[in-house]
């Protein structure tokens, strides 16, 4: 039996987070595809509070949300570490993690849900903050410098994602020309074999968005 | 000249937790109020992405964002550890704060606005407050055993800013009956002597929030 199981599921980029540092470092595991329209007993026993994945079980202990995980992980196994030593570049390292997903990801996700009219805003919010991540990356190969880190996973969001549902919604936010840095980026970090290997398939990433997008209030 | 400087404002309960864990761990530090009306120079200078308090200032670099300060005093300062050795008890630890950073003071300011937004802010307070009596205190006097952790901090507005918040929205939904740990919590966390010394007062604090709302 595997020390290590992972319940994700395919297209989740959380999920994804995890699978990318366990296999950064080198840790075997179980991974368990889970059916979020038909979630397993299993998860709702272990994550009670946000029946949600990833779910990390390690030697029967279960630990819920990514960002909790990815700390554990790094500190459980030492191989390849994901957070950088030095207090302060780790705070760095947390501060942009959270602006990834508090402010990045809830801004790019209001485009989508907005209404025709108050759909500009939202798009000139996203850019906003999407050049702010451009300007914290400046001539750096990653975030993480000449090797992916914390926020290099994190933002997998933006790595990938973000393409998927541009091309899903036929909405562009980023672009070579309106974020050369961010875009020179994104070729390098899918590129990156770690990341390779944990990304959905593409066109199966965007069947599956497509649908959202065809409802009659999205119009691009 | 300090080290360690801390810009915040009194009524935030954000720039409080950075003082408890300061305190708690005995670091000298300068403190300096900002008024948010008007931000100084140095709170645009050292946090630039959001313009906002607490910012911690440490041999000239600065770290925005509580939960990230917090985790940098921790690091950077051992003594009097606020967070568990074990990466499991840590996990849960980040995990209980986390859940009080989605769910905490954002949704109860909520209870200052009306009709359906109001509604669901209560629900979903309800909702968190039975969650932690339930599920993260336990039979431990703070979360994460006998003395204050980084959680009991993150979670410190309940202990004065809750009340404050549901007395002038007209609001009752923290009852000590139903919810006899985490009220057992409050009274113990508010009798630690670094937190007792250091609370807004509850009237200044209701001149505050009515003004603001």
């Known amino acids: 039996m595997a020390e290590v199981k992972l319940l994700g599921a395919w297209g989740s980029p959380f999920s ?19 059916d979020l329209a038909d979630k397993s007993p299993l998860l709702l026993k272990c994550n009670p509070i946000h029946k949600k994945v990833p779910v990390l079980l390690h030697n029967g202990k279960t630990i819920a949300e990514s ?57 000139e919010e996203a850019i906003q903050h999407l050049k702010t991540l451009e ?35 036929g909405m562009e936010l980023v672009n070579k020309e309106n974020f050369p840095v961010l875009c020179r980026w994104i070729d390098e970090y899918v590129n990156c074999s770690v990341v390779k290997q944990n990304l959905p398939p593409r066109d199966e990433l965007i069947a599956f968005l497509q649908p959202r997008f065809s409802a009659s209030s999205w119009k691009y | ?29 300068e403190y300096f109020e ?8 140095l ?33 950077t300062w051992p003594q009097n550890p606020l967070m568990p050795d074990d990466p499991y008890e840590r996990a849960l630890a980040r995990f209980w704060v986390k859940f009080v950073e989605e769910k905490g003071v954002a949704v109860w300011v909520k209870f200052f606005s009306s009709g359906e937004e109001k509604e669901k802010a209560m629900k979903d307070s309800l909702e968190m407050l039975k969650t932690i009596e339930e599920h993260a205190l336990g039979k431990k006097k703070f979360f994460c055993g006998d003395k204050i952790s980084l959680v009991d901090i993150a979670y410190g507005w309940m202990a004065r800013w ?11 939904l923290f009852e000590p009956q139903k919810f006899p740990r985490l009220h057992a919590w409050m009274k113990d966390f508010k009798d630690e002597p670094m937190i007792k010394e250091n609370l807004p007062g509850h009237d200044e604090m209701l001149v505050y929030f009515k003004n603001k709302h």
Request: proline share 5%; glycine share 6%; net charge negative.
């Open chain 1, 16 to 34: 994804r987070r995890v699978e990318m540092a366990l296999k950064l470092k080198g840790v075997e595991y179980e991974y368990i595809e889970e």
């Open chain 1, 67 to 123: 960002l909790v995980i990815l700390e554990y992980i790094d500190e459980t196994w030492k191989t390849n570490p994901i957070f950088p030593e030095d207090p302060y570049d780790k705070a760095m390292a947390r501060f942009w993690a959270k602006f990834l997903d508090d402010t990045c990801m809830p801004a790019i996700w209001k485009i989508m849900w907005s209404k025709e009219n108050q759909r500009e805003k939202a798009i």
């Open chain 1, 135 to 169: 300007n914290e990356l400046k001539d750096k190969k990653f975030f993480g410098g000449e090797t992916i880190g914390l926020v290099d996973i994190v933002a997998n969001f933006i790595g990938f994602w973000l393409g998927a549902v541009q091309e899903a919604s």
């Open chain 2, 1 to 29: 000249m300090a080290e360690v400087k801390l810009l915040g404002t009194w009524p935030s309960p954000f720039s409080y937790r950075v003082i408890w864990a300061l305190k708690l761990k005995g670091i000298p530090y």
């Open chain 2, 34 to 41: 900002e008024d948010l009306s008007n931000k100084s120079p």
């Open chain 2, 43 to 75: 709170l645009l200078q050292c946090n630039p992405v959001h313009k906002k308090i607490p910012v911690l200032i440490h041999g000239g670099k600065s770290i925005c964002e509580s939960i990230v300060i917090l985790e940098y005093l921790e690091e």
């Open chain 2, 162 to 172: 809750m009340e404050v918040i549901e007395e002038l929205a007209g609001v009752k």
